[in-house]
């Protein structure tokens, strides 16, 4: 059986450099740079070169982890170039074992950027071995600062259009201002979040991406004549664009959208208000507009209600279009639902709910250790966070040794029925300690599908493995049949 595997990984150098290294060979080093408080910049620090004491052309690299290379990955990285700055910086995807080849993406110091002023730069990836990302920074002819990244993110699907996001694993250089990631499937911790209580219902109850509870959209609550601002990153001048966005509102709520032009200034280019009924189910709509910008751009919605009470607005799935909506063939909608694959709900779990501890999983052979729920709090302290909520207060399955044996095992097992194959087993996960650690999935079988080893790492992971693909057993017709399969997870 062929197994596929690939990780995703991101590290914001907020505290930690996430296994990203300098390279030894290079000539100086990279090193945390903390931001002006006072500037009111979400997180507190980047990564950025030290140049001061070096020659033109001496070089710094920085290193990624390994990644596995699936042959369609994405990179996107958010930068700055603050204050009197000199040299460039480039960025390669170095294979394993070979030279570093030619860089992917390269940016002189031209023109130096405010610190709030962050670019966003997404870069298709066409690796099918294992590689490593480089960050090179180069001296150039006068001294000065050095740029800062912070924020660096391997996608594990091609790249987007700077400008288009799903929001479902990130804001995608989006600065939210009152606007808010929100997960239909867990309102609670958003809702409460903003002092609001989850019976009102102001938010669709399906994401508009994948037309069920598990997706991810953007929120506001626009009480009391509150104003939520949505600024994307700055994009390239063009003649002819297109901007599409779902969005759906309730109470009092309207959006407007502008496009900011450098040297011009703001210009609207639509407004809606065509909000839902009070009582009805809260609809997803869409709308489109038209860009030409002879100059680099941002493009800023705004949530905005006429009357005190309960408003709200959601935005979801902004696409930036070549071309004029005219011209666009294919509806956002209708692109993503080629690609949303089938969620088995009964063979997912994300460790939330308090009366149901695992789900349909099940404690398996167990020898000096135990898979336990706990609560992102009570976890170790490289990782004090649960991934579907991010958030200390909720919980997730860990395996936790019981002795001071050397030697801890644990099975956490699924049995079920299942009338597909091939399948798509996906989970996030996280490695710690200074002792071996090896954590395996096996699948109808003894021989492990997938399997990592002493992976510690300070963010959450992620893993997709194939289940009963290219195997002419496994991938047999099995509609209509009862077949009792079987997989677990081994640490």
């Known amino acids: 059986m062929t197994v596929n595997f690939i990780f995703a990984d991101e590290c914001k150098f907020d505290h930690e450099y996430c296994g990203y290294m300098d390279d030894d060979t290079a000539d100086y080093e990279w090193h945390f740079g903390y931001r002006d408080n006072r500037q009111m910049i979400i997180g507190v620090s980047g990564i950025q070169p030290s140049v001061v004491g070096h020659s033109i052309d001496e070089k710094a690299r920085l290193k990624s982890p390994i990644y596995a290379g699936g042959g369609q990955e994405c990179l996107r990285f958010t930068y700055t170039m603050p204050g009197a700055i000199s040299g460039l910086l480039s960025v390669y995807a170095q294979e394993i074992g070979k030279d570093l080849g030619k860089a992917l993406w390269n940016m002189p110091y031209l023109k130096s950027l405010d610190y709030n002023e962050l670019r966003s730069v997404s870069l298709p990836l066409f690796q099918y071995n294992p590689f490593q990302i480089v960050f090179e920074h180069r001296v150039g002819v006068a001294n000065g600062n ?4 912070f924020e660096s993110r391997v996608l594990t699907h091609p790249c987007e259009p700077i400008g288009s996001c799903d929001f479902e694993e990130d804001s995608c250089s989006y600065q939210l201002k009152e606007w808010f990631r929100f997960s239909p499937r867990n309102p609670s911790s958003s809702m409460f979040q903003m002092g609001i209580y989850p019976s009102m219902k102001l938010l669709p ?3 508009h991406t994948y037309g069920v509870n598990d997706g991810v959209f953007l929120g506001a609550y626009l009480f009391r004549k509150r104003v939520a601002q949505l600024t994307s990153p700055v994009l390239h001048k063009t003649s002819s664009s297109c901007l599409t966005l779902a969005y759906a509102l309730t109470g009092s709520a309207y959006l407007k959208v502008y496009v900011d032009v450098d040297g011009i200034g703001k210009t609207l280019l639509a407004t809606v208000n065509d909000t839902t009924d009070r009582g009805q ?20 919605i705004e949530g905005k209600s006429t ?3 309960r408003s709200s607005a959601s935005v979801d799935d902004i696409k930036i279009l070549s071309g004029s ?3 666009q063939t294919s509806t956002a909608t209708g692109a993503q639902e080629q690609k949303v694959p089938e969620i088995m709900k009964d063979l997912s779990c994300n460790f939330e709910d308090a009366s149901n501890e695992f789900c349909n999983f099940r404690r398996g052979k167990e020898m000096h250790g135990s898979w336990m729920k706990i609560q992102g709090s009570s976890s170790s302290p490289s990782l004090n966070f649960d991934h579907t909520r991010s958030d200390t207060k909720g919980s997730f399955a860990a395996m936790v040794s019981n002795s001071s044996s050397d030697i801890a095992e644990a099975e956490l097992e699924l049995v079920a029925s299942v009338t597909t194959l ?8 996280h490695m710690s300690g200074h002792t071996l650690n090896t954590l395996r999935v096996y699948f109808q079988g003894d021989s492990p599908l997938w399997e990592i080893t002493n992976q510690e790492n300070v963010v959450w992971k992620h893993a997709q493995v194939n289940l009963g693909a290219d195997n002419p057993e496994d991938s047999q017709d099995t509609q209509g ?3 009792e399969k079987e997989f677990f997870m081994v640490s």
């Open 325 to 327: 909506c005219a011209n």
């Open 205 to 207: 109850a399906v994401d």
């Open 307 to 309: 009357q005190q009470g």
């Open 146 to 149: 050095s740029p800062v990244i």
């Open 281 to 300: 189910i809260v609809q997803w709509k869409e709308v489109q507009t038209d860009i030409v910008a002879e100059q680099n751009f941002v493009v800023i």
């Open 481 to 483: 049949s009862n077949n």
């Open 422 to 429: 091939p399948g798509c087993l996906s989970f996030w996960y």
